[in-house]
């Protein structure tokens, strides 16, 4: 699965992330949405970096990804675009859809299947399991008497 195949399923046309505006999204509908980077087009493997779903893209796309605000996944997404210099590699397109959620999965069943591996950045990367903290026993105090 590639950015062509996505186009041919019904996906819209490619939109740069960084010439995105409000106008080129749908306002208020669920969609399906993939980012791509325009910069591995025509060679061996996927250019499909990552397959999301939103029911208000307007709000997930400028800003989570493009603002920085959200949870882990939005904010590593933001760290790629910005810190790694990937704003001006990827494009983005998407399909409107009434169960995004199962939409989404299909696709990357769909993904996975072809290539053998989730999208580079549809993968969690596993944190190192912190110890667990011991907990401390409070010693009991000694009262000093007044007296003594």
């Not at 779903?53 to 709000?59: E, F």
Request: hydrophobic residues 35%; positive net charge; charged residues 30%.
């Amino acid at each position: 699965m590639n950015s062509i195949t996505l186009k041919e399923i019904g996906f819209s046309d490619l939109v740069p992330l960084c010439n995105l505006s409000f106008l080129n999204l749908p306002y208020d509908k669920s969609i399906v949405f993939a980012l791509i980077d325009k910069s591995l087009s025509g060679k061996t493997g996927s250019d499909i970096m990552y397959i999301g779903r939103s029911k208000k893209p307007v709000k997930k796309i400028m800003g989570c990804y493009l603002a920085g605000f959200g949870g882990k996944s939005s904010k590593k997404i933001y760290s790629k675009l910005f810190d790694e210099g990937y704003i001006e590699k990827i494009t983005l397109s998407w399909i409107e859809s009434d169960n995004p959620k199962a939409t989404q999965q299909e696709f990357l069943s769909k993904f996975v299947e072809e290539q053998r591996e989730y999208p580079i950045w549809n993968v969690a990367k596993k944190m190192p399991e912190k110890p667990k903290a011991i907990k401390k026993v409070a010693k009991p105090r000694i009262r000093k008497s007044a007296t003594t």
